[in-house]
C-alpha cells in the first residue's frame, strides 16, 4: 500500500484552502460538509464564498500563495485549489520545504496527502482510496457502500457508544461486554432491533444473558472450501468473523485465515511440520480446552468436513464431552475441480452417480476397495488422497474391466492460482506413469466418461482421436 487512509482530528488541524475560484468553491462545499476549520487564503473569492464569508464560515485571508511562507506554523494540512498549475507547483515546493501535508487538487504527483471517497454516517465514515489511481472506481465503491449502510448507523454507532460505557462500568468481563456490543450489532444488522427502542431495562436483560453465557463454549466443524477463498460460504465467513479460536488443517488455504476476526488465536493442527500437534487425540483435546474455556471454537477443515475429514470421530468426542457443536459445510475438492474443469459428475448417458473414493486405503491389504464392484457401475469416480496411487489405481480399474479408453484427470490445486489439469484415457495414464510424477498435492483423480465434456469446455481437439501430444499431461 503506497497511500494509507488515516482519519485526521479535524478540530486540531486546521485546513488552508488555496485559491478562491470554482475549484477552491468545489472543494471548500466538501471540507464545509466533513466540518472542517477552514481558512482561506485567496486575492478574491466567488460570489458564494462571498455569501458564505459573510456567514462565517470560514477565516478570510486576503493575498496570493506568496504570502504562504511562515504560515506553516498555524497551517499544517493545504490544499492547492486552483486552476493555475504554476501556483499549485509552487505552493507544492512551498510544502515540501517546510514539510506540510498538502493536497494538490487533481494533482497526484504534487500532493503528499490525497482525499478518499468517503461514505459519511457520522460518527462512522469509510474511507476508499484506489491511490489515486481511478477516482471513478472510488466512486463506484462508495455508492455500493451507501446503499449496504443503513443512513441511522451514525445514530446506532453514538447508542452503541453510550451502551459501552454503561457496560464498562457495569465491571462484567471483557468477553461479555464484546459479546454484548456483537449481538446488539447483528440484530441491528438484521433488523432486529434498533437500538433506539431499547431502555435500560432491555439493555440490563441482554447483559445477563450474557453473562449467565453456557460455561462451555461451542465447536463449529467449518468446511473452507476447496482453495479460493471466495467459494467459502457466506455462514463460514459470518463465523470466522466472530469466533475466539481457530484449529485449522494443513488443506486450509492460508489467505482464508485473513477473513477471521483480527484478535482470535489461530491454531495449526495439520500434518506437516510446525504444527503443535497432530494426532487426532491432541486435536481433540485442543477443542475441548478451549469450548470449556467459553470460547467459540471453529474447527477449519480443507473441503466439506463430512468428506474424509475425520468429522465423525471429533463429532463423537464432543458428544461424549457435552460440549455443543454444529456443522457449516463447505465445496468439497470434487465439486471446485469439476466446476473448474466445466464438467457436471452425474449425466443422464454416461454417468448415473458419482462416488467419491479414498484412494488412502489402496493397496493389496483387505482394507482396499472392491475394485470389481466399482468397476461394473455406471458412475463417475472420485479418488482423493490418490496421487501416489495413480498407477495401482489404473491398473485395477483396467484389470477388473473398465474400458481402457474410459476419461480420466488429475486437477492439481484445484481452485487455486496454479491449478493444473492433466487429461487423458485410463490406459494412457497407466502406459505412462512418468507423466503423472510430477503431479503437486494436494490432487483428485477423476475416471469417467463424463470428462468427455471437458474438452468443450476448454476448447481441447477432438475427444475422438485422442493422441498423447493433445493431452494437457
Ligand atoms: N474434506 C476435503 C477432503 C480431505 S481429504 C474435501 O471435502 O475436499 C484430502 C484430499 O482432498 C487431498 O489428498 C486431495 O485428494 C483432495 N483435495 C483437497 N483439496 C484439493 C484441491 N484444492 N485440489 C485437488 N484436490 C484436493
Redesign the pocket.
Known amino acids: 500500500m503506497s497511500w494509507l487512509p488515516i482519519s485526521l482530528n479535524l478540530q486540531a488541524w486546521p485546513i488552508l484552502l488555496i485559491g478562491g475560484g470554482q475549484v477552491a468553491e468545489r472543494k471548500f462545499r466538501l471540507l464545509q460538509q466533513m466540518g472542517a476549520k477552514i481558512s482561506i487564503l485567496a486575492p478574491d473569492l466567488t460570489p458564494l464564498l462571498r455569501e458564505a464569508l459573510a456567514n462565517n464560515a470560514f477565516e478570510y485571508i486576503a493575498g496570493t500563495h506568496e504570502k504562504l511562507t511562515g504560515m506553516e506554523k498555524n497551517y499544517k494540512v493545504w490544499v492547492s485549489a486552483t486552476n493555475n498549475s504554476q501556483i499549485n507547483s509552487d505552493v507544492a515546493k512551498l510544502a515540501k520545504v517546510d514539510g506540510t501535508l498538502v493536497n494538490v487538487v487533481d494533482n497526484i504527483d504534487l500532493s503528499t496527502f490525497i482525499f478518499p471517497a468517503i461514505v459519511d454516517r457520522n460518527p462512522v465514515s469509510v474511507a476508499i482510496s484506489t491511490s489515486g489511481l481511478s477516482p471513478v472506481l472510488a466512486c463506484f465503491i462508495r455508492e455500493k457502500l451507501e446503499v449496504m449502510l443503513p443512513k441511522s448507523l451514525g445514530r446506532f454507532a453514538n447508542q452503541l457508544a453510550k451502551i459501552r460505557n454503561r457496560l464498562k462500568q457495569s465491571g462484567c468481563t471483557g468477553q461479555v461486554k464484546r459479546r454484548v456490543q456483537k449481538q446488539l450489532i447483528s440484530d441491528y444488522f438484521t433488523g432486529h432491533s434498533s437500538l433506539c427502542n431499547l431502555d435500560e431495562a432491555d439493555i440490563a436483560a441482554i447483559s445477563k444473558r450474557q453473562t449467565v453465557a453456557p460455561k462451555h463454549g461451542e465447536v463449529i466443524l467449518v468446511?473452507a472450501?476447496?482453495?479460493d477463498p471466495e467459494l467459502l460460504t457466506i455462514k463460514a465467513m459470518r463465523i470466522l468473523q466472530n469466533c475466539d479460536v481457530i484449529l485449522f488443517d494443513n488443506?486450509v488455504?492460508r489467505e482464508i485465515l485473513e477473513y477471521a476476526r483480527r484478535d482470535a488465536e489461530v491454531i495449526y493442527v495439520g500434518k506437516k511440520a510446525g504444527a503443535c500437534c497432530n494426532k487426532q487425540s491432541q486435536i481433540n483435546q485442543l477443542m475441548l480446552d478451549h469450548a470449556q474455556q467459553g470460547n467459540l471454537v471453529v474447527r477449519l477443515?480443507?473441503?466439506?468436513?463430512?468428506?474424509?475429514?475425520r468429522a465423525n470421530e471429533e463429532i463423537e468426542f464432543l458428544a461424549d464431552n457435552d460440549i455443543k457443536y454444529q456443522i457449516i459445510p463447505?465445496?468439497?475438492?470434487?465439486f471446485?475441480?469439476a466446476a473448474s474443469m466445466k464438467v457436471s459428475l452425474t449425466d443422464r448417458e454416461y454417468a448415473h452417480g458419482c462416488m467419491f473414493i479414498?484412494?488412502?486405503l489402496s493397496s493389496d491389504s483387505k482394507d482396499d476397495v472392491d475394485w470389481e464392484q466399482l468397476a461394473k457401475l455406471k458412475t463417475t469416480l472420485v479418488?482423493?488422497?490418490?496421487?501416489s496411487k495413480i498407477s495401482y489405481i489404473c491398473k485395477q480399474l483396467l484389470a477388473n474391466g473398465v474400458a481402457s479408453d474410459t476419461r480420466m484427470a488429475i486437477?492439481?490445486?484445484?481452485?487455486?492460482m496454479n491449478?493444473k489439469v492433466y487429461y487423458g484415457t485410463l490406459d494412457y495414464f497407466y502406459k505412462n506413469p512418468q507423466l503423472v510424477v510430477n503431479v503437486c498435492?494436494?490432487?483428485?483423480?477423476f475416471v469417467g466418461n463424463v470428462l468427455q465434456f471437458y474438452d468443450r469446455g476448454n476448447d481441447a481437439t477432438s475427444t475422438t482421436s485422442l493422441q498423447p501430444s493433445e493431452y494437457s499431461v
Open positions: 468446511g472450501g476447496p482453495g488443506l488455504n477443515k480443507g473441503g466439506d468436513p463430512h468428506i474424509f475429514a463447505g465445496i468439497s475438492a470434487a471446485g475441480c479414498s484412494a488412502h479418488f482423493y488422497m490418490g496421487v486437477v492439481e490445486n484445484g481452485t487455486m491449478e498435492k494436494p490432487a483428485l483423480l
